[in-house]
Structure formats: C-alpha cells, structure tokens
C-alpha cells in the first residue's frame, strides 16, 4: 500500500507519496544490482537470473513513479501529476472551478443488488475526491479505512484549512476498529 504525506511549502500544499517510499524502492534496486552484477561477474548466465532482471525492472519502475496532488493558494490552483519518469501526466484547475473537497466512507464488496457477500471481502474504504463544477469529480485517494488509521481524513482536514474550499465529509472516522496485532 502506498501511502502519502502532506508537506507545506510557502503558500503551496502538496499532498504526495511518502520520500520514504522511493528510498526503499531505491534500496531495493541497488541491492538487486549488485547482485547481478556480482552474478554476471562470476560468470552465471543471464538467463538463470531473468527473475531477477525482472525484480530490477518493476524496482526502477517504483524509484521512477510520481504521484501527487498540489493546492496553491497564492495563484488559487489544483494540479495533479502522475506517471513514471519523463511521462508524467500533469492535469490543473482553479479554485473556482471546484464545488467542495469530499471525504466519503463505503463498504467495499456490498452489493446494490441485495446479494450478500462474504464478510472478508467487505472493506470500509476512504475516499478523498475533489467535486468540479459540471458534475465532474477528481479522485485523490482511495483507501482501506483501516490501512488509512486517521492519516487521509487528518490530511484532508489540513488541506482543506489551508485552502479555505468548502469541504464536506459524510461521517466521521470510525474510532471503534477492532485492533489487531499487526496494527500495533
């Protein structure tokens, strides 16, 4: 799960993934790197290490992905970008352009058409979206509710103080999750 961080700069939020993720994709590939070249060296064959060939590539992929969102108060802008490398997808809005910031919660798996699914496939998701004038909405973020543990619904608290748009959420963080031992 790929978690993100806000950080402020001057009169600029920018909501992005974590620096701590890239560090151990980049940790990763290097430790991958040696290896192969350590391999290559002794003399194995490429072919016997095309497993790790492909760890190396889908390890650079995750160095060289970007994502995030910006708020910039002082030009009254949103922009978002995301991609890999050089091909990074860049979109922008004003702030008049935006109806309100919404945080909504849904059950993940319940079905409309009143067919019950098993219990562990049903999730409590957390949606972070921006709603558009046109009836156009952009998605921030989707999460487990329980991967989330406060931080998208503190982030988009923040943000929204910040930015001073209009912000709606449709229910408060459920503060009763059963704890488990990997939650600790």
């Given amino acids: 799960m790929l978690h993100y961080a806000v950080y402020q700069k001057n009169s600029t939020i920018i909501y992005t993934l974590k620096k701590r993720v890239r560090m151990v994709f980049l ?17 194995v064959s490429i072919r016997s290490m ?7 590539i889908v390890t650079t992929i995750g160095v060289l992905y970007r994502d ?3 708020f910039d108060v002082a030009n009254r802008m949103i922009g978002s970008w995301w991609g890999i490398g050089p091909w990074v ?3 922008s809005f004003g702030f008049g352009e ?39 909405q952009k998605t921030v973020q989707v999460i487990p509710e329980r991967s989330s543990s406060g931080r998208i619904e503190a982030a988009f608290d923040r943000i929204a103080i910040f930015t001073e748009l209009p ?3 449709d229910r408060p963080r459920d503060v009763d999750l ?6 600790l």
Avoid: C, Y
């Avoid at 590939?29 to 003399?43: A, D, K, M, R, S």
């Avoid at 095309?50 to 190396?56: K, P, Q």
């Fill in 178 to 183: 059963p704890l488990r031992m990997k939650d």
């Fill in 89 to 91: 997808r860049r979109e």
């Fill in 27 to 43: 940790l990763i590939t290097l430790f991958l790197l040696w290896g192969l070249v350590l391999n290559i060296g002794e003399g």
């Fill in 68 to 70: 995030g969102w910006f």
């Fill in 167 to 169: 912000a709606k959420i």
């Fill in 50 to 56: 095309i497993h790790i060939v492909l760890l190396l």
């Fill in 98 to 136: 935006v109806v309100r910031l919404d945080l909504s919660h849904f059950i993940k798996g319940s079905a409309l058409d009143g067919k019950i699914l098993p219990k562990r496939r049903q999730k409590a998701m957390v949606v972070f979206s921006i709603i558009l004038t046109e009836e156009r």
